[in-house]
């Protein structure tokens, strides 16, 4: 479904991604790992438009068509249904729980698919539905992350790029983003995730690459990769 080859990214004069190559397969949970300035997040913004790479080809192939995501602008992209759920939540403080779903549906239409997404999102996350009248603003961090993915949700994704989604979040909260991102797989949406908690990531993903110093220096099956030395001790915390 993703097709990423040869990408070259600089921001400024610092040349952050080098010669990136990656897949993900339809329905397919892909996880990224690496260390902080590895370059991950830079991946995300340039697949989602906001960044373009020197050189390199990036291409999203769904049942609509292909769209070279290299060359396609930000809002092509989203229509496309390639939707990015940043890292920091970035929520609208100001506005309601509700406006900010409603947000995340800017590209549909039609109101009952509306009402019937919102109540999905209602059903993964209750306490958007009670807190529906508040400002975002108020929410605790992991209730405004659940805000976050319900609104990239509202979008149809059908590929769902997620940017750290358990930073600075308590371990019950992570395990019910988790379990979120598990039942999401499982309906078949197709991911790819940046997550600072390896060991989590790698359980849950079907095929993970591991990013050093802006390259993709490992890849393999999840399971596969947290039986690699490398990894074990470089991103895992287990001493050779």
């Known amino acids: 479904m993703l097709e990423v080859r040869g990408l070259d990214v600089f921001r400024g004069a610092t040349h952050v991604l080098k010669d990136v190559s990656f897949n993900v397969a339809r329905g397919e949970l892909a996880a990224l790992i690496g260390a902080n300035g590895a370059g991950k997040s830079t991946t995300l913004l340039t697949l989602s438009g906001l960044l373009r790479p020197r050189s390199g080809l990036a291409v999203m192939r769904t049942e609509g068509g292909e769209i070279d995501l290299t060359r396609a602008s930000a809002e092509r992209i989203v229509r496309a249904g390639l939707i990015h759920c940043p890292e920091g939540r970035q929520i609208f403080q100001s506005l309601t729980v509700a406006e900010n779903l409603a947000m995340g549906a800017y590209t549909r239409s039609r109101r009952e698919e509306i009402a019937a997404a919102t109540a999905e999102v209602h059903e993964l ?78 359980e849950i993903a079907d095929r993970a690459y591991v990013m050093e110093n802006g390259r993709i220096v490992l890849a393999g099956a999840g399971r596969e990769l947290m039986d690699n030395d490398r990894v074990r001790q470089s991103y895992l915390g287990v001493p050779l």
């Open 125 to 202: 996350f209750p306490i958007l539905k009670e807190r529906a009248s508040l400002p975002a603003g108020s929410l605790s961090g992991g209730e405004q992350m659940m805000l976050a993915i319900g609104r990239a949700l509202l979008a149809s994704p059908k590929l769902l790029l997620l940017d750290e989604p358990s930073l600075g979040l308590a371990p019950k909260v992570v395990e019910t983003i988790f379990d979120v991102i598990a039942r999401l797989k499982a309906q078949g949406v197709t991911i790819l995730l940046i997550e600072q908690n390896a060991v989590m990531a790698l």
